[in-house]
Nanobody, 116 residues
Framework: QVHLVESGGGLVQAGGSLRLSCEASGRVFTIIAPGWYRQAPGKQREFVAHINAGGSTVYLDSLKGRFTMARDNAKNMWYLQMNNLEPEDTAVYYC??????????WGQGTQVTVSS
């Protein structure tokens, strides 16, 4: 079992920045792909970014250049730095973890609201 807790969401004006954090606990040594997803009101959950098993960071194409994901293995945490935020980025952001057996775990989500 892996337990994930996000933090860092909030209300920000368009053009502003936020950094989300995800703290993992439990069987963290089984995590092979930490990541971030988001779900906007009335929409399906969508992929934002992840660090794949090879160590490469992959982003949703439309977010490249504005969002940056980083991982701190020593702290069992990963982060999502979001710059130049747009109202369309308003969503609940979830951290995720794929473990070695292929199972996925999710955090409870943190709300990000970008005002125009």
């Amino acid at each position: 079992q892996v337990h994930l807790v996000e933090s860092g969401g909030g209300l920000v004006q368009a053009g502003g920045s936020l950094r989300l954090s995800c703290e993992a606990s439990g069987r963290v040594f089984t995590i092979i792909a930490p990541g971030w997803y988001r779900q906007a009101p009335g929409k399906q959950r969508e992929f934002v970014a992840h660090i794949n098993a090879g160590g490469s960071t992959v982003y949703l194409d439309s977010l490249k250049g504005r969002f940056t994901m980083a991982r701190d293995n020593a702290k069992n945490m990963w982060y999502l730095q979001m710059n130049n935020l747009e109202p369309e980025d308003t969503a609940v952001y979830y951290c995720s973890a794929v473990v070695g057996g292929g199972e996925s775990y999710w955090g409870q989500g943190t709300q990000v609201t970008v005002s125009s």
